[in-house]
């Protein structure tokens, strides 16, 4: 079955920098885009980078444009979000996610991991 396993979350002071990992299994990684999405406490998930299937084209929510980077590596079958410049408001726990080719939506999620920012 597809596994998504999210690992490098922590809490980081104001500035600092974070590198999220997602590792995932069960079909073929090279064939799927994969996104990266959060949840703040009292809020909706909502959508904070994706990457298309080759690496070649990469999306950013505006609140993180310029910040965080996205990357994957299909030989480890891993997607990565570089987190720099870290603000309060980045606190949530972050989600990847895989999407089919031709689909709009996402149809698996890993277990999140924790981000905290402090001030």
């Known amino acids: 079955q597809v596994q998504l396993v999210e690992s490098g979350g922590g809490l980081v002071q104001a500035g600092g920098s974070l590198r999220l990992s997602c590792a995932a299994s069960?079909?073929?990684?090279?064939?799927?885009?994969m996104g990266w999405f959060r949840q703040a406490p009292g809020k909706e998930r909502e959508f904070v980078a994706a990457?298309?299937?080759?690496?070649?084209?990469?999306y950013y929510a505006d609140s993180v444009k310029g910040r965080f980077t996205i990357s994957r590596d299909n030989a480890k079958n891993t997607v990565y979000l570089q987190m720099n410049s870290l603000k309060p408001e980045d606190t949530a726990v972050y989600y990847c996610?895989?999407?089919?080719?031709?689909?709009?939506?996402?149809?698996?999620w890993g277990q999140g991991t924790q981000v905290t920012v402090s001030s």
């Open positions: 996610a895989q999407q089919p080719p031709g689909f709009d939506e996402y149809d698996y």
């Open positions: 069960g079909r073929t990684f090279s064939s799927y885009a």
């Open positions: 990457i298309s299937w080759s690496g070649g084209s990469t």
